[in-house]
Nanobody, 124 residues
């Protein structure tokens, strides 16, 4: 069973908006910090945004600050990523991730669970 399931990707024009959603397979993830990563073709997977289990702390990559917003909804069970003013360089596969301990690091090896990813494509 895939622990995390992403949805909401698609094709959008430059300047447009998209919302991604990540639904965990169990409510155990309610108390896990969660994050969004992305991986463009030929590039390493990079941190986009992360949020603690109680939403008291968030982190954003410099490239998406003021354009992306990470939130927990559905009593914290679902994590969303609202993306505005999208740019061609935002094109990537976006992955949802979760980890068992409180902090929200930015490296992929610190996360214990991953989704299969959803494609976001921004046309110029």
């Amino acid at each position: 069973q895939v622990p995390l399931v992403e949805s909401g990707g698609g094709l959008v024009q430059t300047g447009g908006s998209l919302g991604l959603s990540c639904a965990p397979s169990t409510r155990t993830f309610l108390v896990y910090p969660m994050a969004w990563f992305r991986q463009a073709p030929g590039k390493e997977r990079e941190s986009v945004a992360s949020i603690t289990w109680n939403c008291d702390s968030t982190h954003y990559a410099d490239s998406v600050k003021s354009r992306f917003t990470i939130s927990r909804v559905n009593d914290g069970a679902t994590v969303t990523l609202q993306m505005t003013n999208l740019k061609p360089e935002d094109t990537a596969v976006y992955f949802c991730a979760a980890r068992k301990t409180y902090t929200i690091p930015r490296n992929t090896r610190s996360y214990d669970y991953w989704g299969q990813g959803t494609q976001v494509a921004v046309s110029s």
